[in-house]
């Protein structure tokens, strides 16, 4: 492939420069773990700065999309899952933003009465029924992730939608409840018996633990959502500005 750039053009160098990356990141000799082209002689080869390459190449290892290994190059990280948590979606339209297919291994809808947590979100009697939904996902091959989301009765759902769609979509579209802010706690934990047999992973195996709280336009709770995930499946990165 010719490497080139348009320097006459309104399009940032920087930006130029991520466009070719992508390209060359979708190359099968790339996807299949070939060192990408050294730093300096692409930055010759363009005729811009190391900075401004840098700028490109940073931003796709912030995306999950190339890593760096220190003495040995550059290369396209292997589609694992990624979330950051400046832009949350559901989880089905994070995936689909990546590319990666998303399969239901279970799905399992019951009405329940609600724990203490749940309670307190909520703020709801202990004697109100919430509606739990229950799914095993992952990629076509393996489950990576089992979550529990448990809805306020306020939301209106009956348990007959369609939740192999999009969450928030259907959350949305059939009962005009639209999610607006997510509150998230992250910690690391040991695989239980009911884990490991839902992740098909060994007893005591590392997992990352995903709470979260999501509210609606006027601050209200609609979802109490908590996800476990395979440790070695996950990335959740986190962007800080000031």
Known sequence: ????????????????????????????????????????ELAKMLAISRTTLRQAINKLVFEG??????RLGTKVAQAGVSSKSN?????????????????????HVTWEMPNTEVMRFFEIKPDKQVLKMERVRGK????????????????????????KRPLYELLEHEH???????????????ADKFIAEKLRV??????????????????????????????????YTVESSR
């Open 140 to 163: 076509t091959d393996e489950p990576f992730v089992y979550f529990a989301s448990y809805f306020h009765p306020r939301v209106g759902l009956t348990g007959d939608e369609d939740f």
């Open 202 to 235: 060994p007893i005591g195996s590392p997992i990352l633990f995903r709470k979260r709280f999501v509210f609606d336009q006027g601050e209200r709770p609609i979802e109490f959502n908590i996800g476990y995930y395979k440790a070695d499946s996950f990335v």
């Open 87 to 107: 832009n949350w979606l559901s989880f089905s339209q994070e995936m689909k933003l990546r590319g990666i297919t998303i399969r239901n291994f279970e799905l």
């Open 176 to 190: 005009s409840v639209i999610a607006t802010l997510s509150k998230e706690e992250i910690s690391a934990i040991a």
């Open 65 to 70: 999309l190339l890593v760096r290994k220190k």
């Open 1 to 40: 492939m010719r490497y080139s750039i348009d320097h006459k053009s309104p399009i940032p160098l920087h930006a130029q420069a991520e466009t070719l990356l992508r390209q060359l990141i979708a190359e099968e000799e790339y996807q299949n773990g070939k060192i990408m082209p050294n730093e300096v």
